[in-house]
């Protein structure tokens, strides 16, 4: 039965139409529906694959494989297309047999440049996510920032790929391109200089959103990075506007970086005061203050630190293990209680009369 209908289909399948055998457009006709019926699965199965590889990371797998899907599609439908124009299996005209060419060239171009761009998002991602597990929080824009430069970078690569592939001379293209890019430089320099600003900052990551900076003109919360300029809330809790390319070019103290705060300040005694007291003094301050929890002790420094006309300065410095301005404050107040409780039980006066030395202003009221 099947060799009686093979017999009866023979003609038909081996009638020739534009110099190809119906059975040919046939087989090119069932390349083209498995590549589109494929490209879905081909699609779930490098899912399954990529989630298989990096099962100790779910998340990773699943941004991969997200990122990745569109591109593997479409290259799975340029193969089929590619196969199904095969000269091997059709024959075309030569001018018709080139643009399909090129059609499929243009394909596998567009496919890779997607698979390109996806695999840098994909990436990116991914080193947003660490960072933010590893407690290193990066603002939102920087990865926008960064998902669109990859996008961007890819966009333009796949145009000139394209343009070449289709016969274009891409040489005067660039060379308008870069006298076009020139004149527009020139007739946008400031912008320029805040978006490279801009751009330095968050590849830096010179501060965060959230942050207190400081710089010679101002010093506030960081309250968003743009392309273009930033705005920091002062502590009048006014916002102010700073270009990128201004801040970027000052001197910028983070102080929300900062690992622990610092103790610094002087105590003016009287200069009746015998050296027996002053050690028996700087000993026991040494003891009190070197005890305290949140005080490292090897940082403690309790020296008579100069002599002058009017008093003795014994210097007392240290590092405290916290940065929240107002928990520092309390531990400090609790280092100047126990200095002058032993003052007191050592019946020591201060000179009189200068008073206590005020504390070096090396940390933000925040």
């Keep these: 039965m099947q060799t009686i209908l093979v017999k009866k289909l023979e003609p038909f399948l081996n ?4 110099d190809n055998p119906i059975s040919s457009y046939l087989v090119a006709l069932a390349i083209l529906l498995a590549a589109f019926l494929l ?11 990529i989630k298989k590889i990096t099962w100790r990371s779910e998340a990773t797998g699943t941004r ?3 990122e990745l899907r569109s591109g593997l599609r479409l290259l799975i439908i340029a193969i089929g297309f590619g196969a199904a124009t095969n000269p091997l299996l059709l024959k075309f005209p030569v001018p018709l047999a080139a643009f399909l060419g090129r059609v499929t060239a243009s394909l596998f171009v567009v496919a890779i440049c997607l698979l390109l761009a996806g695999t840098g998002v994909a990436l990116t991602g991914i080193s947003q996510d660490l960072a933010v597990k590893r407690g290193k929080p990066v603002s939102a824009i920087v990865h926008v ?4 430069a990859i996008q961007a970078a890819a966009v333009v690569l796949a145009l000139f790929m394209l343009l070449k592939t289709w016969g274009f ?4 293209l660039l060379a308008g391109i870069g006298i076009g890019g020139l004149a527009l430089s020139l007739a946008a320099q400031d912008t320029f200089a805040n978006l490279l600003g801009g751009i330095t900052i968050m590849a830096d990551r010179v501060f965060e959103i959230g942050d207190y900076i400081a710089t010679p003109d101002i010093d506030g919360i960081v309250e968003e990075i743009g392309f273009r ?27 929300s970086r900062m690992g622990k705060r610092r103790i610094r300040f002087f105590i003016p005694i009287a200069n009746s005061t015998s050296p027996e007291k002053l050690i028996l003094l700087t000993e026991r301050l040494k003891e009190v203050i070197g005890a305290r929890e949140l005080i490292f002790a090897d940082s403690l420094l309790v020296v008579v630190e100069n002599i002058s006309s009017t008093a003795l300065n014994i ?3 240290c590092y405290v293990n916290e940065v929240d301005y107002a928990l520092f404050l309390a531990e400090q107040q609790a280092v100047m209680m126990l200095i002058l409780e032993n003052l007191r039980e050592l019946k020591i006066e201060f000179s009189y009369p200068t008073p206590i030395a005020p504390i070096l202003p090396d940390q933000p009221l925040v």
């Design 15 to 18: 009638y020739e139409f534009f």
């Design 39 to 49: 490209r879905k699965l081909g699609g779930s199965l490098f899912s399954a694959i």
């Design 64 to 66: 991969l494989s997200e």
């Design 145 to 148: 920032f960064y998902r669109r």
């Design 169 to 172: 001379d891409i040489s005067g």
């Design 229 to 255: 300029s930033s705005r920091i809330r002062t502590l009048g809790q006014a916002v102010v506007t700073v270009p990128n390319g201004k801040l970027s070019n000052s001197f910028i103290t983070n102080y």
């Design 315 to 317: 210097l007392v410095q």
